[in-house]
């Protein structure tokens, strides 16, 4: 193999350096790439005991709250839209809020009502932090975090399960997307998912655009609306939202297409939603169902909540949120039955 003369290289190495530098000197070359990672709000987090608190471009989003005496289970908490008005009902509910339910919904979260027996939608039984598997991790439009929660029996002494849960902040087009990813495994025994209403992911709404207090109404991906219509629906997604102090506001739940089976919705018009895959009998009257994943064998559920706001009072397209939704999943994880 031929070598090049060291004049040559040097030649050739001083024109790609000068090439490099005059492009940098042309507007907007740097500065368009500078301004497109910066034109993205920052996602970051504050530790504080026992809460977790999230903010986006310097606005405050939400409160991951996992230790609470009254709520024995993890929550978010006062979560904001991006116009800074709150989506979700104040907790404690102040005046103006319905007092049902205060602590049963205290803003977004996932619970079940029926796990071999033990009910923690309900604080029956307490979900317990364990910790942080991965430390929140901010940035340029998304923000991170991992825990691992242990859900005990209701006398407290064993652990049923262990939940892997991963939180994901995306800053998106429509919105601010929270994505909702847990893994559940159990080493002591079988896990049985029984058949209830109160299962699954579920989000309590601002009383200002509940359907029953306010002037806001529940829509699902075919057109149905409010609670007579879309109660125990199967759907894509359910949006809640109306308008508050001159904007529009609203949150959706979209369950993960890659869930065992497709969600139906529990609504209600004084502001529940939830997402539920198990109340085959509770949501239609159908087959019981029991959901029976085997000792060792882990088991998914996923879900994006998008939290949104239109400053001029206009609707969110929220089957375009939904379809941005599907490409932000991360790659399906295996699921053993």
């Known amino acids: 193999m031929t070598r090049k003369p060291v004049a040559l290289q040097y030649f050739q190495t001083c024109v790609t350096g000068c090439i490099i530098t005059l492009l940098l000197t042309v507007p907007g070359f740097p500065q368009q790439v500078k301004k497109a990672n910066a034109s993205s709000p920052i996602v970051s987090f504050e530790q504080k005991p026992g809460v977790l608190t999230i903010s986006v471009g310097g606005k405050p989003l939400a409160s991951y709250v996992y230790e609470d005496e009254k709520i024995t289970r993890p929550y978010f908490a006062h979560v904001k839209s991006p116009c800074g008005i709150q989506v979700t009902r104040n907790y404690p509910p102040q005046q103006g809020d319905p007092k049902d339910h205060a602590t049963f919904h205290p803003g977004i979260w996932v619970s079940f009502g029926d796990i071999n027996g033990n009910d923690y939608w309900r604080l029956k039984a307490k979900v317990e932090h364990e910790m942080f598997v991965e430390q929140p991790k901010g940035g340029p439009g998304k923000g991170t975090f991992v825990v691992r929660n242990y859900y005990m029996s209701s006398d407290g002494k064993d652990r049923v399960l262990a939940e892997l849960a991963q939180y994901t902040i995306l800053v998106r ?61 199967v759907s894509n997604w359910v949006d809640y939202s109306g308008p508050v102090d001159g904007k529009y506001v609203g949150v959706a739940i979209m369950p993960d297409p890659n869930n065992f089976r497709p969600s139906w919705f529990h609504t209600r018009d004084y502001g529940l939603m939830a997402a539920n895959a198990f109340g085959r009998e509770a949501m239609t009257k159908g087959e019981k169902s029991a959901e029976v994943i085997k000792k060792g064998q882990q088991f998914h559920l996923g879900y994006g909540v998008l939290i949104y706001c239109k400053p001029d009072a206009g609707k969110v397209n929220i089957e375009n949120a939904y379809q941005d939704y599907l490409k932000a999943l991360p790659k399906p994880s295996k699921i053993h039955r």
């Not at 002591?188 to 306010?214: A, C, H, P, W």
């Not at 529940?218 to 149905?224: D, M, R, S």
Request: hydrophobic share 30%; glycine share 18%; aromatic share 8%.
């Open 173 to 233: 087009p429509s919105g601010t997307l929270l994505l909702v990813n847990s893994t559940f495994t159990s080493d002591s025994g079988d896990m049985i998912f029984g058949d209830q209403e109160e299962m699954g992911l579920g989000v309590r709404v601002n009383t200002k655009f509940s359907v029953q207090y306010g002037n806001g109404h529940i829509t699902n991906a075919e057109g149905l609306k409010d609670g007579a219509g879309t109660w125990g629906k």
